[in-house]
């Protein structure tokens, strides 16, 4: 079952073209990584993906949706992990996710069991602005999960963390048994955790592969283009 | 969840009141800036105006003091990166803005309510019916509010952000300004004959800025 679809999808800037003509499309159950350098189109393409950006044409479908028009049943199968962990620094861990749990009106019960598996339970009272960064993300990865979401889209997570951070959070995320959606410019990082993998290179599609391929497939198309 | 649930837009006042209360970086600005205005009209015009140009004044300080304000509370959504966050949660931009306004209106009246008194005495203003003069201040501060709430949603895209809001907000609400006054003046004098007409046109003007707002508020969260 087809849960991602973008056919022919365009995107401007203004006269720059971001994304052009992008066509692939993610199955139940996969975890795919799309890949490329800084500037690539990646984060405008999952910012398009989930709803926070419009496309300039083509077709874009998550679960039968288009997330354009900003559905409130599409966005409660979704979750976003971005670099930025989206959490309000005078709030407790434990107060950010009761404010999120009540948008997505979801059972605040959840929010302990969440907070146990991101390790942070002990510190569930303390404002998030004492947090490190890595606490911050494992944070925002307990706010992405809280809805339990059908796809998780993950843009840079593991941005600014260092390397314990990294392992730490690739840790959590592989456990996990859901569709992702993973951008890197990483390749570890897109082999740890991803079946199948896009490459992106100035707004294009230029390769797709198996994750098992990606290393020399991304270095070919790298040094050639 | 609880059967007794809040509404959503009371979540989002309800959290930014809680980060307002423990942060203190937008409520004790505006009572600060208030009170030192205050002090300042005070010592620059002679008391002997106060009764003539007193509620102008005030108005005028409520006006800055929203100016300076308001906005922050989608700017510091937007400096935060938390806006990101509301805008993939499963709830209506209207109701993300409903919350907005609600956490603006506790703002204005936790500030009115101290800096009126202090005002009216700095003055030694004499209102000949200061229930009222109280109740035409508040409606026409909610009617600022739901202005500057409202087009604070515009500017959030913006570079220059609040600089921009002062220049874009003006020409809006002068209807608002100039009913308020007219209806503030009428309650120090206690003449009060047609006062029902600017009253009447402070709150068209809100509920025509609230649901144009509402309505087109989608618009205005999507890139």
Redesign the interface.
């Known amino acids: 079952m087809k849960v991602i679809v973008l056919e022919n999808v365009t995107k401007y800037y203004s006269r720059f073209k971001a994304l052009d003509g992008l066509t692939f499309h993610i199955n139940k159950g996969e975890k795919v990584a799309i890949l490329g350098p800084n500037g690539a189109g990646k984060t405008t393409l999952v910012k398009i993906i989930s709803g926070q950006m419009r496309a300039n044409s083509g077709k874009v479908e998550v679960m039968g949706i288009n997330p354009a028009k900003m559905s409130i049943e599409l966005r409660k199968k979704i979750g976003f992990v971005s670099h930025n962990p989206m959490l309000y620094n005078e709030l407790t861990a434990y107060e950010n996710l009761k404010f999120y749990s009540k948008l997505y009106e979801v059972d605040e019960s959840n929010i302990n069991k969440l907070l146990k598996m991101v390790k942070l339970y002990e510190r569930r009272h303390s404002l998030v602005k004492t947090f490190s960064r890595g606490m911050k993300q494992r944070l925002a990865i307990a706010r992405a999960l809280l809805h339990d979401p059908e796809i998780l889209i993950l843009d840079e997570p593991t941005s600014g963390l260092d390397v314990n951070g990294r392992i730490e959070l690739l840790n959590y995320l592989s456990k996990l048994d859901k569709t992702i959606l993973l951008t890197t410019h990483n390749i570890n990082e897109a082999e740890k955790l991803c079946d199948r993998a896009i490459i992106l290179y100035g707004g294009k599609i230029v390769a797709e592969c198996s994750i098992h391929e990606v290393e020399k497939i991304y270095m070919s198309k790298m040094v050639s283009l | 969840?609880s059967a007794f649930?809040?509404p959503?837009f009371i979540?989002v006042a309800w959290?930014d009141i809680?980060?307002e209360f423990?942060?203190k970086s937008t409520l004790s600005l505006m009572v600060l800036f208030s009170l030192i205005t205050s002090m300042l009209f005070s010592v620059t015009v002679p008391v002997s105006y106060a009764e003539s140009i007193g509620a102008s004044l005030l108005w005028l300080i409520f006006i800055f003091v929203g100016m300076l304000g308001y906005a922050r509370a989608f700017v510091r959504e937007v400096e935060?990166?938390?806006l990101?966050?509301?805008?993939?949660?499963?709830?209506?931009?209207a109701s993300i803005l409903a919350g907005k306004m609600i956490y603006n209106l506790v703002l204005m009246f936790i500030t009115e309510i101290v800096v009126f008194p202090i005002f009216v005495g700095v003055f030694n203003m004499s209102i000949k019916k200061p229930l009222l003069f109280f109740a035409i201040l508040t409606l026409g501060n909610s009617a600022f509010v739901v202005a500057m709430s409202s087009l604070a949603i515009l500017i959030i895209k913006s570079r220059s952000k609040e600089l921009l809001l002062p220049i874009i907000a003006f020409p809006v609400v002068f209807p608002v300004i100039s009913s308020t006054v007219f209806a503030l003046n009428m309650s120090v004098t206690g003449n009060t004959n047609g006062i029902l007409e600017p009253l009447k046109m402070i709150v068209s003007f809100s509920l025509i800025v609230m649901a144009v707002a509402f309505l087109t508020s989608?618009y205005a969260?999507?890139?």
Do not use: A, N, W, Y
């Open positions: 969840m649930s809040k959503k979540e959290k809680i980060v423990r942060s935060l990166e938390t990101d966050g509301l805008k993939l949660s499963p709830i209506h931009p989608e969260f999507i890139d």
